[in-house]
């Protein structure tokens, strides 16, 4: 094991062991370097790698400390290893949507307020308005974001949050290229949010899985009778010059 990766294990269990918590200070790097029976250039690099994944929050002039730990904080290190994912790979994370996404919406069954079910409701709603893309994106990353929140658990709704932001690009492009998608799109929104509102668990899971798999079985097929899946961020404006001009971008909403 190199030192380096030592010194992060060795800090890791002195929070884990409670002797750090959120917003602690750490000791000086000297006292903390020969506490730990490790060289203070090893400590240095240590505190930078936990300062990138957010476990450490170095204030210059000030002092090293440990940060809130909050699951947006952590998450953040996910985000940034899927914001190198080539378009490839975009069907790799709908996979991972496909198995958390069905979880959370168990588990809102069970938790769920009326009040985010009325928030629920308006996001529907809203979302079968005509819009700009970006607009009505904006309503699918609400509705998917509200059941991730009400089922209460930090991690899994900032991690499905930042899963479903890289996954954006691939959902604009079928809005702009597939026929008959909105209906449907809208209709399974719905189903979902009746599920939630009914406490069935099982079917809210079951609807949510149908959900994600539909736009990933599409770009799957497309992929097979294609090839490689393109640079969306090179397909999207082309597809838009030539798109249906009837809505057909609320299909976006997956």
């Known amino acids: 094991m190199a030192v380096t990766d030592e010194a992060i294990l060795r800090i890791k269990d002195m929070i884990l062991a409670g002797e750090l918590g959120p917003g602690d200070r750490l000791p000086p790097e000297k ?88 928030e629920l409701r308006v996001a529907v709603a809203k979302a079968s308005e005509h819009g700009s893309v970006q607009e009505l994106v904006e309503h699918d990353v609400a509705f998917h974001g509200l059941i991730a929140d009400a089922g209460g658990n930090g991690y899994l709704s900032t991690l499905l949050q930042s899963l479903s932001g890289h996954t954006t690009r691939a959902r604009i492009w079928r809005g702009l290229t597939q026929e008959n998608s909105v209906t449907r799109t809208l209709a399974e929104h719905s189903a979902i949010v009746d599920a939630l509102e009914a406490r069935d668990a099982m079917l809210a899971q079951t609807l949510t899985a149908a959900h994600i798999f539909g736009v990933e079985q599409w770009l799957r097929q497309w992929s097979q009778e294609n090839g490689p899946i393109p640079d969306f961020r090179d397909v999207i404006p082309a597809a838009s010059a030539v798109a249906p001009q009837h809505g057909n971008v609320a299909a976006t909403l997956d």
């Open 31 to 118: 006292e903390l370097s020969e506490r730990l029976g490790l060289s203070r250039s090893s400590m240095r690099e240590a505190v930078k790698a936990l300062e990138v994944i957010r476990v450490l929050d170095v204030r210059r002039g000030d002092g090293t400390y440990v940060t809130s730990l909050e699951p947006r904080l952590l998450s953040e290190a996910i985000s940034f290893v899927t914001d190198l994912h080539k378009d490839q790979a975009v069907l790799e994370l709908f996979e991972v949507r496909r198995i958390l996404e069905p979880a959370a919406a168990s588990l809102a069954a069970s938790r769920i307020t009326s009040e985010a079910i009325e």
